[in-house]
């Protein structure tokens, strides 16, 4: 199946076809989305979220606890608890559990979450640590059902999760190639993943859907928002907010910036995109309207004259770099 999440294909014809129609009925529609609704009560809510790193262990708690803390928050959701499960290669230092430990707890401290049981194995059939959590919420929030014409709206910087990760992993390597104070702003955009501060305060979640980035980058971010809703949708790649490290290190490592994992962006729908923008740019985020839901099945990318099609999401392009195993 390859590396990262199972493949489009994967998932709808051997994933969630087998499963009959009363059993997923508070999935969605399972791709792209990692929230779940309880069928008998709707108000409550469940994300789950796991990471895998075989060269960098010590980071696998921070970036799994925000990819799972965004899929509650933007879902409207109100956290009631968090469960962590850690499996690891049976010659691991204890170390390292307690490692991960520490900063759960520091987490959940801080913004008041309890934690809801501990699972840690051993096992000989591993080769990395794995970090899962699964996160409990609550919601009064009624899903948002967008319509063609709406707007596509921006918030955050593209690639910035696979920038943060890289720079931290290769930092040595990409000493030898960038000045300092380049890095330095790779390495500050791990202090921007949290959904929390973009999301606290939020007014408008009857009026807007929220759809988080995650592995795959933007276009996999956009694919799945078209499955979401079924509907079509055209955006302009020019009007996608990127960083100058994103682009320069993706260069270094001959990555494509729009398929790296996008951590601490989203996707907001609107049927009023620029107060939206322009409410979040007052904010201190960057925001932009970058497309909009059509009527049409086509997801199409423009790029000044140029038009292509977006194709199934692809393998993150992280994993070319040996990051993560």
């Keep these: 199946m390859g590396q990262g999440r199972a493949p489009y294909n994967v998932l709808k014809r051997s994933v969630l076809r087998p499963l009959s129609a009363g059993l997923k009925a508070g999935m969605g529609d399972g791709i792209g989305q990692q929230v779940a609704r309880e069928a008998a009560d709707p108000r409550r809510i469940t994300a789950s979220s796991c990471r895998i790193f075989g060269k960098w262990p010590e980071a696998a708690l921070r970036f799994t606890f925000w990819r799972t803390e965004q899929e509650i928050l933007a879902s409207g959701g109100q956290w009631t608890g968090i469960r962590p499960s850690f499996l690891f290669p049976h010659q691991t230092e204890e170390a390292l559990a307690a490692v ?74 990409l000493e030898r190639r960038f000045t300092q104070s380049f890095l330095s702003g790779a390495l500050e955009m791990e202090s921007g993943i949290s959904a929390e501060p973009m999301l606290t305060g939020f007014d408008k979640w009857d009026q807007v859907l929220i759809h988080p980035l995650g592995e795959g980058g933007i276009l996999a971010g956009l694919w799945n928002l078209a499955e979401r809703t079924g509907l079509g949708l055209t955006v302009r790649l020019r009007d996608i907010p990127i960083r100058q490290e994103t682009v320069e290190i993706c260069e270094y490592f001959g990555l494509n910036p729009y398929q790296l994992a996008s951590g601490g962006m989203a996707l907001l729908v609107s049927q009023k995109g620029e107060e939206l923008a322009r409410e979040f740019r007052q904010r201190g985020f960057c925001s932009q309207v970058m497309g909009k839901l059509t009527d049409q099945r086509e997801r199409v990318v423009e790029n000044g004259e140029d038009k292509r099609f977006l194709d199934r999401p692809a393998p993150d392009e992280i994993y070319k770099t040996g990051l993560e195993v």
């Design 100 to 173: 991960w430990m520490r900063e759960l707890n520091a987490f959940c401290q801080d913004r008041n979450i309890p934690v809801l049981g501990v699972s840690v194995s051993g096992s000989a059939a591993v080769t990395a640590p794995i970090c899962q959590l699964t996160g409990y919420g609550t919601t009064a929030i009624p899903p948002v059902h967008p319509a063609p014409g709406w707007d596509i709206v921006a918030v955050g910087h593209v690639g910035m999760e696979g920038t943060a990760l890289l720079a931290g992993w290769a930092r040595d390597e």
